[in-house]
Nanobody, 121 residues
Framework: QLRLEESGGGWVQTGGSLRLSCTNSGDTSSNYATGWFRQAPGKEREFVAAIRYSGANKYYGQSVRGRFTISKDHAKNTVYLQMNNLKVEDTAVYYC??????????????YGQGTQVTVSS
């Protein structure tokens, strides 16, 4: 069973950067894709980015394209989300999840507990 855990959230001013990590401390035998999602208060969960198991294919949501970068370190069983030029509207709880088909297009399961990102002006 996968066990995904997010870290790296925090508070930052507009224009700043943060790097989130998603580490799997459970079963690492499957070749799953990893996605990042976020949910702000009163809003629906939003797709942020995804990466296939190989790391060769990456996908981004429209609102973060050009500012966020997803990457992975196989040796550490960790997927990163580098977030640059942060905006107030990026404030949300960020979650990572697994796509066991490996395609990166879902469905996503095994969501972590989330990490809070707060961006203030």
């Amino acid at each position: 069973q996968l066990r995904l855990e997010e870290s790296g959230g925090g508070w930052v001013q507009t224009g700043g950067s943060l790097r989130l990590s998603c580490t799997n401390s459970g079963d690492t035998s499957s070749n799953y894709a990893t996605g990042w999602f976020r949910q702000a208060p009163g809003k629906e969960r939003e797709f942020v980015a995804a990466i296939r198991y190989s790391g060769a294919n990456k996908y981004y949501g429209q609102s973060v394209r050009g500012r966020f970068t997803i990457s992975k370190d196989h040796a550490k069983n960790t997927v990163y989300l580098q977030m640059n030029n942060l905006k107030v509207e990026d404030t949300a709880v960020y979650y990572c999840a697994a796509d066991k088909s490996g395609r990166g297009s879902g469905p996503f399961t095994d969501y972590g507990q989330g990490t809070q990102v707060t961006v203030s002006s």
